[in-house]
């Protein structure tokens, strides 16, 4: 394992039954320090079995994931549970406390944080996630992204060492979405937090760092998004659809408005567009 490396999955393969075939098939990569990866694939791809085998529910057939120096299995499990935070797709099944701030501070209590330090850690958590305003409201005031950025706010208070978000935005409106993915963004930056997201969005994991396309079990790409985004058409033909903005970038460059690259999200392209406009 590289020293920089948190995580790392070595030729994992996994089947649900002996009769069955392998629905992961040596399937290795590593999360480094600091970056957000995002593992996208259709459905069916693998995806869900892959995140249960990276949080323990489910044990690799062959092959073995290791956190830092401890390899993953029954015994270390709980201690590696501790040092990863997990947000998942349903909002509504991780709101345990009656309020957001209950809700922080539940996980703190299960962890045996002190009151002092604990009132330290929800205040410092809910502003990160821009929830300040909200720490007397109940679940059923909230949206589905206050909600998530609420999760969230639960896993920075346990100062985890990775973030794992299976599936979080993918029962979020679009605005809820945005929210999401905005304060992930944020976190990374400010924070340094390593993220490590599983997703069927391809907007959302354009603004990891590095991505990984999972197709029929296998890894079917790897690399930053830009040049994911490149394969193109070869992504549309796993069931893949393209950010808004790298198709829009492509139109344009074919009515001759040639832009500086390819933009793989609207901020990007938007600030471009804008200077062009300034431009002409
Ligand atoms: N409990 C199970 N028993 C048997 N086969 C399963 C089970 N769960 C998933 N599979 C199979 O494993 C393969 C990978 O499924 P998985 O759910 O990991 O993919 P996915 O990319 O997460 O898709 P989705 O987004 O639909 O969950 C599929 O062929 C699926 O039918």
Partial sequence: MVDKDILQVNYVSFKYNEESNDVLKDVSFSVRNGEWLAI??????????LAKILTGILF????????????????????IRKKVGMVFQNPDNQFVGSTVNDDIAFGLENNGIHRDEMLKRIEFAVKQVKME??????PHQLSGGQKQRVAIAGVIALHPQLIILDEATSMLDPKGREE???????????????????????EEAARADRMIV????????????????????ELVSIGLDIPFPVKLSKELAKKGISLSKNHVTEEELIEELWTLGLKN
Wanted: hydrophobic share 35%; net charge negative.
């Fill in 133 to 138: 305003d909200y720490l007397e409201s109940e």
């Fill in 60 to 79: 690799p057939s062959k092959g073995k994931v290791s956190f830092r120096e401890f390899d993953l299995n029954e015994d270390t499990i709980w201690d």
């Fill in 40 to 49: 996208v694939g259709h459905n069916g791809s693998g995806k869900s079995t």
């Fill in 180 to 202: 999401v993915i905005e304060t992930i963004w944020k976190l990374k930056k400010d924070l340094n937090l390593t993220v490590l997201s599983i997703t069927h969005d391809l």
């Fill in 214 to 233: 999972m197709k029929e079990g296998v890894i079917f790409a790897e690399g930053t998004p830009r040049e994911i985004f490149k394969l193109d058409e």
